[in-house]
Protein backbone atom coordinates (compact mmCIF):
# COMPACT_ATOMS: atom_id res chain seq x y z
CA UNK A 1 0.00 0.00 0.00
CA UNK A 2 1.26 3.49 -0.78
CA UNK A 3 1.73 6.30 1.66
CA UNK A 4 0.94 9.43 0.04
CA UNK A 5 2.73 12.71 1.07
CA UNK A 6 5.79 11.30 2.63
CA UNK A 7 8.43 13.12 4.22
CA UNK A 8 12.05 12.87 3.25
CA UNK A 9 13.88 16.03 4.68
CA UNK A 10 17.68 15.71 3.66
CA UNK A 11 20.77 17.49 5.41
CA UNK A 12 20.93 20.19 3.12
CA UNK A 13 17.65 21.63 4.13
CA UNK A 14 18.35 21.09 8.15
CA UNK A 15 21.66 22.27 7.50
CA UNK A 16 21.99 26.00 8.79
CA UNK A 17 18.71 26.51 10.11
CA UNK A 18 19.90 27.63 13.59
CA UNK A 19 21.42 30.65 11.67
CA UNK A 20 18.60 31.07 10.19
CA UNK A 21 16.29 31.89 13.03
CA UNK A 22 16.64 34.17 15.94
CA UNK A 23 18.71 32.81 18.42
CA UNK A 24 19.58 36.01 20.43
CA UNK A 25 18.68 36.20 24.12
CA UNK A 26 16.02 38.29 24.86
CA UNK A 27 15.90 40.22 28.13
CA UNK A 28 12.24 40.10 29.66
CA UNK A 29 11.49 41.91 33.42
CA UNK A 30 8.12 42.11 34.05
CA UNK A 31 5.82 42.31 37.29
CA UNK A 32 4.01 39.66 38.78
CA UNK A 33 0.71 40.27 36.90
CA UNK A 34 2.20 39.79 33.73
CA UNK A 35 2.02 35.93 35.02
CA UNK A 36 -1.23 35.44 36.25
CA UNK A 37 -2.54 33.13 33.17
CA UNK A 38 0.94 30.89 33.38
CA UNK A 39 0.03 31.02 36.85
CA UNK A 40 -3.02 29.39 36.27
CA UNK A 41 -1.04 26.88 33.60
CA UNK A 42 1.50 26.32 36.42
CA UNK A 43 -1.34 24.26 38.56
CA UNK A 44 -3.59 23.25 35.68
CA UNK A 45 -0.84 21.81 33.04
CA UNK A 46 2.28 21.47 35.82
CA UNK A 47 1.55 20.31 39.25
CA UNK A 48 -1.58 18.48 38.04
CA UNK A 49 -1.85 17.79 34.23
CA UNK A 50 0.54 16.24 32.01
CA UNK A 51 0.78 13.38 29.80
CA UNK A 52 0.53 10.13 31.29
CA UNK A 53 3.17 7.25 30.02
CA UNK A 54 0.78 3.98 29.17
CA UNK A 55 0.79 2.51 32.87
CA UNK A 56 -1.67 2.57 35.25
CA UNK A 57 0.52 2.71 37.72
CA UNK A 58 2.63 5.43 37.02
CA UNK A 59 -0.30 7.91 36.48
CA UNK A 60 -0.32 9.50 40.03
CA UNK A 61 3.60 9.40 40.33
CA UNK A 62 4.67 10.87 36.90
CA UNK A 63 3.73 13.36 34.32
CA UNK A 64 5.45 14.43 30.68
CA UNK A 65 5.19 17.94 30.61
CA UNK A 66 6.36 20.14 28.02
CA UNK A 67 9.17 21.90 28.55
CA UNK A 68 11.09 19.19 30.12
CA UNK A 69 13.87 17.20 29.40
CA UNK A 70 13.88 13.60 31.02
CA UNK A 71 17.16 11.72 31.44
CA UNK A 72 16.36 7.59 30.46
CA UNK A 73 19.65 5.81 31.73
CA UNK A 74 20.49 1.99 32.50
CA UNK A 75 23.07 -0.33 32.45
CA UNK A 76 23.93 -2.02 28.95
CA UNK A 77 21.37 -4.61 27.70
CA UNK A 78 18.76 -3.42 30.78
CA UNK A 79 15.94 -2.50 28.12
CA UNK A 80 16.15 1.36 28.33
CA UNK A 81 15.73 2.01 24.77
CA UNK A 82 12.69 -1.31 24.47
CA UNK A 83 10.87 0.49 27.75
CA UNK A 84 11.14 4.20 26.09
CA UNK A 85 10.50 2.91 22.80
CA UNK A 86 6.77 1.07 24.09
CA UNK A 87 6.11 4.27 25.90
CA UNK A 88 6.94 6.72 22.77
CA UNK A 89 4.59 4.15 20.62
CA UNK A 90 1.24 5.02 22.52
CA UNK A 91 2.11 8.59 23.11
CA UNK A 92 2.80 8.84 19.38
CA UNK A 93 -1.06 8.38 18.78
CA UNK A 94 -1.50 11.71 20.00
CA UNK A 95 1.88 13.72 19.83
CA UNK A 96 3.79 13.99 16.61
CA UNK A 97 7.43 12.73 17.66
CA UNK A 98 10.83 12.23 16.44
CA UNK A 99 13.42 9.64 17.45
CA UNK A 100 17.02 10.41 17.01
CA UNK A 101 18.31 6.41 17.61
CA UNK A 102 22.31 6.31 16.65
CA UNK A 103 22.26 2.81 17.57
CA UNK A 104 19.61 1.09 16.25
CA UNK A 105 18.86 1.32 12.26
CA UNK A 106 15.47 3.09 11.44
CA UNK A 107 14.30 0.15 10.52
CA UNK A 108 15.20 -2.08 13.62
CA UNK A 109 13.31 0.95 15.93
CA UNK A 110 10.71 0.62 13.56
CA UNK A 111 10.31 -3.13 13.38
CA UNK A 112 10.81 -2.83 17.48
CA UNK A 113 7.46 -1.12 17.31
CA UNK A 114 5.43 -2.76 14.82
CA UNK A 115 6.11 -6.13 17.43
CA UNK A 116 5.00 -4.07 20.50
CA UNK A 117 1.53 -3.75 18.93
CA UNK A 118 1.68 -7.29 19.92
CA UNK A 119 2.37 -9.29 17.08
CA UNK A 120 6.21 -10.89 17.04
CA UNK A 121 5.47 -11.98 13.18
CA UNK A 122 3.93 -9.77 11.27
CA UNK A 123 2.27 -10.09 7.38
CA UNK A 124 3.28 -7.59 4.97
CA UNK A 125 -0.51 -6.36 4.90
CA UNK A 126 -0.33 -6.02 9.32
CA UNK A 127 3.27 -4.10 8.32
CA UNK A 128 1.55 -1.59 6.32
CA UNK A 129 -1.26 -0.80 8.03
CA UNK A 130 0.67 -0.09 11.34
CA UNK A 131 3.01 2.26 8.79
CA UNK A 132 -0.18 3.59 7.66
CA UNK A 133 -1.29 4.63 11.51
CA UNK A 134 1.89 5.68 12.25
CA UNK A 135 2.77 7.81 9.08
CA UNK A 136 2.65 11.94 10.33
CA UNK A 137 2.72 11.45 13.64
CA UNK A 138 6.63 9.41 14.11
CA UNK A 139 9.65 10.95 11.94
CA UNK A 140 13.12 9.29 12.41
CA UNK A 141 16.47 11.01 11.66
CA UNK A 142 18.22 8.70 9.83
CA UNK A 143 22.20 10.06 10.28
CA UNK A 144 24.74 8.94 7.96
CA UNK A 145 28.40 8.75 9.63
CA UNK A 146 29.34 10.25 12.96
CA UNK A 147 26.99 13.19 14.01
CA UNK A 148 28.11 15.93 16.25
CA UNK A 149 25.98 17.84 18.97
CA UNK A 150 25.19 20.70 16.77
CA UNK A 151 23.72 18.56 14.18
CA UNK A 152 21.51 17.00 16.95
CA UNK A 153 20.72 20.49 17.88
CA UNK A 154 19.54 22.03 14.39
CA UNK A 155 17.82 18.56 14.24
CA UNK A 156 15.59 19.76 17.52
CA UNK A 157 14.78 22.77 16.45
CA UNK A 158 13.87 22.07 13.11
CA UNK A 159 11.45 18.92 14.35
CA UNK A 160 10.25 21.30 16.54
CA UNK A 161 9.68 24.98 14.36
CA UNK A 162 8.58 23.11 11.22
CA UNK A 163 7.45 19.48 12.05
CA UNK A 164 5.41 20.25 14.84
CA UNK A 165 7.31 17.62 16.77
CA UNK A 166 6.31 17.54 20.49
CA UNK A 167 8.67 14.72 22.16
CA UNK A 168 11.94 13.91 20.46
CA UNK A 169 13.78 10.64 21.75
CA UNK A 170 17.70 11.51 21.44
CA UNK A 171 20.05 7.89 21.83
CA UNK A 172 22.33 7.87 22.85
CA UNK A 173 24.29 10.86 24.20
CA UNK A 174 27.33 8.90 23.74
CA UNK A 175 26.86 8.86 19.79
CA UNK A 176 26.34 12.85 20.13
CA UNK A 177 30.15 13.56 19.46
CA UNK A 178 30.59 14.00 23.07
CA UNK A 179 33.95 12.31 24.00
CA UNK A 180 33.35 10.37 27.19
CA UNK A 181 35.88 12.57 29.33
CA UNK A 182 34.67 15.58 27.81
CA UNK A 183 32.63 16.56 31.15
CA UNK A 184 32.40 20.13 30.26
CA UNK A 185 31.38 19.25 26.56
CA UNK A 186 28.50 16.91 28.43
CA UNK A 187 27.41 19.97 30.39
CA UNK A 188 27.19 22.10 27.63
CA UNK A 189 25.18 19.85 25.54
CA UNK A 190 22.90 18.90 28.16
CA UNK A 191 22.22 22.42 29.22
CA UNK A 192 21.23 23.02 25.57
CA UNK A 193 18.65 20.61 25.30
CA UNK A 194 16.86 21.50 28.82
CA UNK A 195 17.28 24.86 27.45
CA UNK A 196 15.88 23.58 23.59
CA UNK A 197 12.85 21.91 25.73
CA UNK A 198 11.85 25.15 27.78
CA UNK A 199 11.99 27.29 24.64
CA UNK A 200 10.41 25.16 22.46
CA UNK A 201 7.66 23.92 24.63
CA UNK A 202 8.46 20.02 24.27
CA UNK A 203 9.59 17.28 26.15
CA UNK A 204 13.05 15.46 25.37
CA UNK A 205 14.20 12.52 26.07
CA UNK A 206 17.88 11.72 26.58
CA UNK A 207 19.25 8.35 26.88
CA UNK A 208 22.61 7.77 28.75
CA UNK A 209 24.29 4.40 29.44
CA UNK A 210 25.02 3.90 33.25
CA UNK A 211 28.84 3.94 34.39
CA UNK A 212 30.15 0.29 34.82
CA UNK A 213 30.16 -1.35 38.11
CA UNK A 214 31.24 -4.64 39.61
CA UNK A 215 27.93 -5.60 40.44
CA UNK A 216 24.91 -4.58 38.31
CA UNK A 217 22.34 -6.24 40.42
CA UNK A 218 22.09 -3.05 42.67
CA UNK A 219 19.05 -0.59 42.47
CA UNK A 220 20.35 2.11 40.08
CA UNK A 221 20.50 6.16 41.01
CA UNK A 222 20.74 8.90 39.14
CA UNK A 223 24.70 9.29 40.39
CA UNK A 224 25.04 6.32 38.02
CA UNK A 225 24.80 8.13 34.68
CA UNK A 226 28.11 8.02 33.16
CA UNK A 227 29.88 10.81 32.30
CA UNK A 228 28.97 14.48 33.77
CA UNK A 229 26.93 14.74 36.67
CA UNK A 230 25.95 17.82 35.36
CA UNK A 231 23.86 15.53 32.86
CA UNK A 232 21.20 14.94 35.87
CA UNK A 233 21.63 17.93 37.51
CA UNK A 234 20.55 19.97 34.46
CA UNK A 235 17.84 17.69 33.50
CA UNK A 236 14.30 18.34 34.65
CA UNK A 237 13.48 14.28 35.27
CA UNK A 238 15.79 11.56 35.54
CA UNK A 239 14.69 7.62 35.41
CA UNK A 240 16.54 4.33 34.97
CA UNK A 241 15.39 1.06 33.78
CA UNK A 242 17.16 -1.85 35.64
CA UNK A 243 16.93 -5.11 34.03
CA UNK A 244 16.04 -8.46 36.95
CA UNK A 245 19.02 -10.55 36.09
CA UNK A 246 18.50 -12.43 39.36
CA UNK A 247 15.13 -13.74 38.09
CA UNK A 248 16.83 -14.72 34.85
CA UNK A 249 19.46 -16.51 36.65
CA UNK A 250 17.02 -18.48 38.81
CA UNK A 251 15.22 -19.37 35.98
CA UNK A 252 17.80 -20.35 33.94
CA UNK A 253 19.40 -22.62 36.68
CA UNK A 254 15.94 -24.65 36.95
CA UNK A 255 14.31 -22.74 40.12
CA UNK A 256 10.26 -22.76 40.22
CA UNK A 257 9.31 -19.98 38.33
CA UNK A 258 5.65 -19.82 40.49
CA UNK A 259 8.21 -18.64 42.91
CA UNK A 260 9.29 -16.07 41.07
CA UNK A 261 6.05 -15.10 39.44
CA UNK A 262 5.69 -11.80 41.19
CA UNK A 263 8.91 -10.48 40.97
CA UNK A 264 9.05 -8.22 38.21
CA UNK A 265 11.27 -8.59 34.79
CA UNK A 266 12.35 -5.24 34.96
CA UNK A 267 11.77 -1.78 37.63
CA UNK A 268 11.95 1.78 36.47
CA UNK A 269 13.51 3.71 39.07
CA UNK A 270 12.24 7.76 38.76
CA UNK A 271 15.02 9.32 40.41
CA UNK A 272 14.36 13.19 40.25
CA UNK A 273 11.52 14.85 39.04
CA UNK A 274 12.25 18.44 39.36
CA UNK A 275 8.14 19.68 38.86
CA UNK A 276 4.74 18.17 39.14
CA UNK A 277 4.74 16.44 42.85
CA UNK A 278 8.07 15.34 43.24
CA UNK A 279 7.75 12.06 43.13
CA UNK A 280 10.34 9.34 43.91
CA UNK A 281 9.28 6.48 43.26
CA UNK A 282 9.83 3.18 41.56
CA UNK A 283 7.42 0.75 39.45
CA UNK A 284 7.50 -2.89 38.32
CA UNK A 285 7.16 -4.54 35.18
CA UNK A 286 6.76 -7.52 33.45
CA UNK A 287 8.20 -8.54 30.42
CA UNK A 288 7.48 -10.41 27.32
CA UNK A 289 10.67 -11.37 25.18
CA UNK A 290 8.70 -12.18 21.69
CA UNK A 291 7.17 -8.61 21.84
CA UNK A 292 9.12 -6.40 23.72
CA UNK A 293 6.34 -5.21 25.26
CA UNK A 294 6.05 -3.86 28.93
CA UNK A 295 3.15 -5.26 31.13
CA UNK A 296 2.20 -4.02 34.54
CA UNK A 297 0.87 -8.03 35.69
CA UNK A 298 2.23 -10.98 35.04
CA UNK A 299 1.57 -13.05 32.08
Not at 196 to 202: E, S, V
Amino acid sequence: MAIQNKVTISEKDVSGYMQQRDNGEHLKIKSPSEYQDDIMSYFSDDVKGGIELPFVKTQEDFRIRMGELTIVSGYSGHGKTAWLSYCMLHLLKNHKTLIASFEMLPKATLGRMCMQTNNSDPTKAYIDDFISKIEHKLYLYDAEGETSTSKVLEVVYYAAEKLNVKMIVIDSLMKCGVNEDDLNGQKSFTNKLAVAARDLKIHIFLVAHSRKTADENGSPSKFDVAGSANITNLADNSLSVHRNKKKEKALMMGEDPAEWKMHPDCTVYLNKQRHGNGTETYWGFYFCTKTFRYMEKPR
